[in-house]
């Protein structure tokens, strides 16, 4: 069983930033790959950056240039960094483990664009 705590949503006004941060449990998160999703109000959700454990990455379209994912494995923790955010970012964000065949999901955190 992998746990994983999420922190660092928020309101922000569009253009602005925003860092996501995801702590996960187990010995083994070097093993992982960690992965963002988003879920907006109606819609499904949806990957936004993965990192594997050989820290290859891949982003949606819609965030490329834009957002960053990055890994500390020595701290179990991913990051979700966010720049040139817009209103259409506005969503839950979900921070996801795959280890095998098993996916274990945080508990979401809030992300509001918005004047």
């Known amino acids: 069983q992998v746990q994983l705590v999420e922190s660092g949503g928020g309101l922000v006004q569009p253009g602005g930033s925003l860092r996501l941060s995801c702590v996960a449990s187990?010995?083994?998160?070097?093993?992982?790959?960690m992965g963002w999703y988003r879920q907006a109000p109606g819609k499904q959700r949806e990957l936004v950056a993965a990192?594997?454990?050989?820290?290859?990455?891949n982003y949606a379209n819609s965030v490329k240039g834009r957002f960053t994912i990055s890994r500390d494995n020595a701290k179990r923790t991913v990051y979700l960094q966010m720049d040139s955010l817009k209103p259409e970012d506005t969503a839950d964000y979900y921070c996801?483990?795959?280890?095998?065949?098993?996916?274990?999901w945080g508990q979401g955190t809030q992300v509001t664009v918005s004047s």
């Open positions: 187990g010995s083994i998160f070097r093993l992982y790959t």
């Open positions: 990192v594997t454990s050989r820290e290859s990455t």
């Open positions: 996801n483990a795959n280890v095998g065949v098993n996916n274990y």
